[in-house]
């Protein structure tokens, strides 16, 4: 069993990625760690707590920080909806959260088991970096990190130069690509065009028989409609899922790119930028993997997989 935790935003992307690892029967989720980002961080947390108990699975929930470093918080209800789920007025879950802070968790959990933990991260990096802030050693203790954020290919989904979790917070994606963390940087972009789901494939999905399988397409239909008005998609782009479907699947990614990337912070035009430096002419140290392509098919039949009734 591959052991993974997961740091999460929780909207309605995350919450299908978050059902696919949670139903990788070689994964063993250990916890969810919430940032603010899409939507607050008590929201996020909520759906975080909604979609284990929908799962039915007893996997503690730790909030952590709930605004950038030094950005105004600024979330993204008109693209998931008010509740971050689609405006779908799902019931409150049971359980609680933890009362430990996600960035003391986030520590704690990886000292103890150094180099054999995994990291998910699917909203901005604030927790991650903010952790590495308070115990620089976290990096050699994190076994991989793979990171939904970015675009290697500059086709922002916020801006026209950057993605929306390092837009969010850039500063915090600097540091965390500074860190020594070693990562694998899966961009928005890898989620569009064929990697988008048809309205035939959203139909199939919702239609595979089990509850969790529903709930991924419904709580989404606002952010088709808003992928498709504002960033001209042809269906539903599901950054969160393709990037967590790499990283129960790494063959997933089939085509990629060992290379020195950085942030922008300084410019209004292109905050949270990620500059990737594929030709290597600045002679920077590597850094990151970058993931430059996908299995479509490959990532769709593995979402099936996951959310398909047992």
């Known amino acids: 069993m591959r052991r993974m935790i997961i740091d999460t935003d929780t909207a309605s992307d995350d919450a299908v990625a978050i059902m696919m690892a949670v139903h990788s029967p070689h994964i063993s989720v250990e916890a969810l760690t919430v940032v603010a980002g899409n939507v607050t961080l008590e929201q996020a947390s909520i759906n975080a707590r909604f979609t284990l108990q929908l799962c039915n699975k007893d996997i503690p929930v730790y909030l952590g920080c709930d605004r950038p470093w030094l950005q105004t918080a600024s979330t993204a209800e008109w693209f998931h909806g008010d509740d971050g789920m689609g405006n779908m007025n799902y019931p409150a879950p049971q359980k609680a959260a933890s009362k430990t802070h996600a960035v003391n968790a986030l520590i704690e959990r990886f000292q103890q088991a150094p180099g054999d933990i995994e990291l998910v991260t699917l909203g901005p990096l604030t927790n991650i970096a903010t952790a590495l802030s308070m115990e620089p050693e976290l990096a050699k203790w994190i076994k991989h990190c793979y990171v939904m ?162």
Request: proline content about 3%; hydrophobic content about 45%.
């Open 149 to 310: 954020g970015g675009a290697a290919a500059t086709l922002g989904n916020v801006t026209p130069a950057a993605e929306y979790n390092f837009w969010c917070d850039p500063e915090a994606a600097r540091k965390v690509l500074q860190s020594g963390v070693p990562l694998t940087l899966l961009g928005w972009e890898l989620s569009c065009d064929d990697a988008a789901l048809s309205d035939g494939e959203m139909e199939q999905i919702s239609n595979l028989g089990s509850e969790r399988a529903k709930v991924a397409i419904d709580c989404n239909r606002s952010a088709v409609v808003a992928s498709r008005e504002l960033q001209a998609q042809s269906g539903m782009a599901l950054a969160d899922p393709v990037a967590m479907a790499v990283a129960i699947d790494p063959s997933i990614s089939i085509k990629q790119k060992t290379c020195f990337v950085d942030i922008e912070t300084q410019s209004d035009m292109t905050r949270g930028m990620s500059v990737v430096d594929l030709n290597h002419v600045l002679g920077r140290e590597h850094n990151a993997t970058v993931c430059l392509e996908i299995d479509s098919a490959a990532w769709k039949a593995l979402l099936r997989n996951c959310l398909h009734d047992a």
